[in-house]
């Protein structure tokens, strides 16, 4: 028989959580054959990224996966083998107890957020004992290194990514009705969060030395760009705004799939949060990664840990310009200066992105780390 996985997914914000797991969901499915059900507390954030939703029904099943829509009051389920709650939420205390219940108690995860900073490594599959129920439940961190739980890679990402050729890229822009790369231009991709300083990062590029073909998203900075452009009311998809050497092109929210072919076809991706920054390391490509802004500054503790691991093999020149790009991009500094330096380090960062896909690779993709802890004797 399959073994049974049950997800939760409370979504806080945005398009992380549920992108995440949504992917988790899939792979577990497609590469493990487990029978997954995907619990989502808000469908409407959910169909942004798998737009064949239906946001009325209660259960629908979606690439093999399950879909449950996650209501307050949370009916009677037996529940599943191996039982993961996304990013800390709390599971319903009904399925706790049935958790309990049950003749053999599930394997209980708490997959967390990802950092790269060193405590995640002793606390990498910590056990913590329920209070009152026979139930033990473990923090799986995701993470950079080994001893952490990895990264979320799909066996066939890699490959797709190296066979995605000038004319699959020709393709995917002509899909999009996006104009094809011109020579000598640079191609840019811009997820970041509204607080994001755009209009320095704008301001650099009207004046750079080459032609900056910019891609925007809906979702992202439209908003901070329409104002930089000083026109009246958001640009429309497939608009085109102009200044100097900078042109800004407004694109779709894409399929997830689709926005992997992005950051592949772009030489520059701005990224932000948790799924899109790792998207865009496995792109192998140049990128800036704009964190998710916490209370009391705490995200530049979790930036500054992964700026020292993802330069420590850079030339000094190639980690100067990416901590200063990052942290201007993050708050902490000038867009103006930092851009031309780091754009001069494309080449060298270019071939950088192959180096910290080798260095990451090795430590095993996260679903499989999942997958063989769950099959493991434990405490
Ligand atoms: O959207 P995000 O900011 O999401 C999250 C949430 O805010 C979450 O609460 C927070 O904890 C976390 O950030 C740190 O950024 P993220 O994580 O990159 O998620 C975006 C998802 O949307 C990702 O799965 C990629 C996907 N995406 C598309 O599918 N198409 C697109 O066009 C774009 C721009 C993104």
């Known amino acids: 028989m399959k073994q049974r996985w049950d997800i939760f997914c409370a979504i806080v914000d945005n398009f992380g959580d549920v992108g995440f797991c949504w992917r988790l969901a899939c792979v577990l499915v497609n590469e493990y054959g487990l029978e997954v059900r995907l619990w989502v507390d808000d469908l409407s954030n959910f169909a942004c990224i798998a737009p064949d939703i239906d946001l009325d029904a209660e259960q629908q099943w979606l690439q093999g996966v399950k879909i449950c829509c996650w209501r307050q009051s949370f009916t009677k389920i037996k529940p599943a083998d191996v039982v993961i709650e996304a990013f800390a939420c709390e599971l319903p205390s009904f399925y706790i107890v049935a958790m309990a219940a049950l003749p053999r108690q599930p394997i209980w995860l708490n997959l967390e957020y990802l950092s790269a900073e060193n405590w995640v490594i002793g606390c990498h599959l910590l056990p913590s004992l329920h209070p009152r129920l026979p139930l033990i439940k473990y923090f799986f961190f995701p993470g950079f290194v080994p001893g952490t739980g990895g990264l979320l890679l799909e066996k066939h990402l890699l490959p797709a990514r190296s066979s995605f050729n000038n004319a699959a890229q020709t393709a995917f822009w002509r899909l999009h009705g996006i104009q094809p790369c011109r020579m000598g231009e640079l191609r840019i991709s811009l997820f970041c969060y509204d607080s994001a300083p755009v209009h320095e990062l704008l301001s650099a590029w009207v004046v750079s030395d080459i032609p900056v073909y910019v891609l925007v998203p809906q979702g992202s900075v ?57 998207r865009a390391q496995w792109a192998a490509r140049p990128f800036v990664w704009n964190i998710y802004p916490q209370a009391e500054e705490s995200h530049q503790i979790k930036l500054n840990a992964f700026l020292n691991l993802y330069t420590a093999g850079m030339s000094p020149d190639m980690s100067a310009a990416v901590f200063s790009l990052w942290n201007g991009l993050n708050g902490g500094g000038q867009i103006m200066n930092a851009w031309p330096a780091f754009a001069a380090q494309l080449e060298a960062l270019t071939q950088y992105g192959e180096k910290w896909v080798r260095q990451l690779w090795p430590i095993g993709d996260l679903a499989s780390n999942l997958v063989q802890f769950s099959r493991k004797d434990r405490i």
């Not at 026109?231 to 998809?237: A, F, L, N, T, Y």
């Not at 102009?242 to 894409?254: A, D, E, N, T, Y």
């Not at 997830?256 to 949060?273: I, K, M, P, S, T």
């Open 222 to 278: 439209v908003d901070a760009v329409t104002v930089f452009f000083g026109v009246d009311s958001p640009p429309k998809v497939g608009e085109i705004l102009q200044s100097g050497k900078l042109k800004v092109c407004f694109i779709p929210f894409l399929e997830q799939n689709e926005y992997d072919q992005l950051l592949w076809a772009c030489d520059v991706n701005f990224v932000r949060g948790e799924d899109s920054f790792v």
